[in-house]
């Protein structure tokens, strides 16, 4: 590791993992007439006009304001908003407008250190869609503004916000599958997660997914809420990780992966994998816990509940590969249900952004927590770009 490169991620884990201004809830007292929030969105792709469609659910919260620099995407972002925002093809002239509160971050990932640092020197909440920034100076520097802002901060890690997620990890930490032994994901899918192009010149602004100037790829746009989730349930930080992905399916120019792979180690001694797949959809997206007492498996808004033991009566038990007693199957396919009531995540995200800034609270996915998963990310990067183990540095 360089010199340079050791003083930029020592400053990170130091600014992110430590007490800050956000940590401590040291925030700015919002008291706004009636308990209203003008937000504004700063990039109206597809997901910033999806997260418009969920704000216009929630009472008391308005979208005032849109901004993007593709006339069609700002034209989707205003409809979205049903007349009842200004358009911006600059977002500062957005961060300008003294009616607005908050803002939401959704343009592509290069670009989200400086706008959401650009939004707290105007004195405006911020909502960062996941990943947080993108390589170790961006993470460096929005933290850095965090903890030097008295607005909050919230990471668009909406699963932080699941009642059914956070039900699971608090039964995982209470002890109900014993001591943890793995965790596997997956999120796959069947596509070539193209977007159609009005214009060849506009390719990159449109598929910067696919570019790895302004791309994580399918590892911080799909594996880091699952990365996520994993720090969260283990409250530890990877101290490697090791990676193989490539292009091997959609031959198209693109230069972020199309399938990754990705095994992280934890102190603990647990293993983490992750894989993402756009040429096979099978069981799509899906997180499992296993511990000596039972695994817990997750979807987008379902779990169950599959206790070890051959006295569970929910198993059926035979001779696989001349093993006596070893499980051959579950009835039906499932195992126990964990029924929570809960709100579907990205909804339910947005509320509690509000509620941090009404009721002057920590958010529950902060810069801290987004922060790690952003390191996390890098490290899976450097992995696979590189092919090898990419170790945490020491101070991480």
Known sequence: MKRRDFIIKSSVATVALTSSAVALGNYLDFNHANDTLNIGVIGTGDRGTGMISNINKIKNFNVIGCADILPFRLENGLKSAQGKAKGYSDYRKLLDNKDIDAVLV??????????????????KHVFCEKTMAKGYP???????????????????????????????????KDGKLGKVAAIECQWNRQGNWRRPVPSPELEKQINWRMYREYSGGLVAELCSHQ??????????????????????????????????????????????????????????????????????????????????????????????????????????????????????????????????????????????????????????????????????????
């Open 106 to 123: 959704s343009v592509p990932f290069h670009l989200h250190s400086q706008v959401a640092i650009d939004a707290l020197d105007a004195g």
């Open 138 to 172: 961006g993470i460096q520097h929005l933290v850095d503004k965090v903890n030097q802002s008295k607005t909050m901060f919230q990471t668009g890690h909406q699963y932080h916000s699941s009642r059914l997620y956070t039900h699971v990890v608090d039964l995982i």
């Open 227 to 396: 990365i996520d989730f994993a720090n969260w349930v283990l409250d530890e930080k990877p101290s490697q990780v090791m990676g193989a992905g490539g292009v091997d399916y959609w031959k198209d120019g693109r230069e972020t992966f199309d399938n990754i792979h990705l095994i992280y180690s934890y102190p603990s001694g647990v293993k983490a994998k992750f894989t993402c797949l756009t040429s096979n959809a099978k069981d799509g997206y899906q997180i499992k816990v296993m511990g000596d007492k039972g695994t817990i498996i997750l979807d987008y808004s379902h779990a169950w509940f599959y206790p070890e033991g051959i006295e569970n009566k929910d198993k059926e038990l035979g001779i696989v590969d001349g093993v006596s007693g070893a499980t051959v199957t579950w009835k039906k396919g499932f195992g126990i249900p964990i029924n929570v009531e809960h709100t579907e995540p990205s909804e339910q995200t947005l509320i509690d952004f509000k509620d941090s800034i009404l009721l002057n609270k920590k958010p529950i996915s902060d810069v801290v927590t987004g922060a790690n998963t952003a390191i996390c990310i890098q490290m899976g990067l450097d992995a696979m770009y590189t092919n090898k183990i990419i170790s945490s540095p020491d101070f991480y």
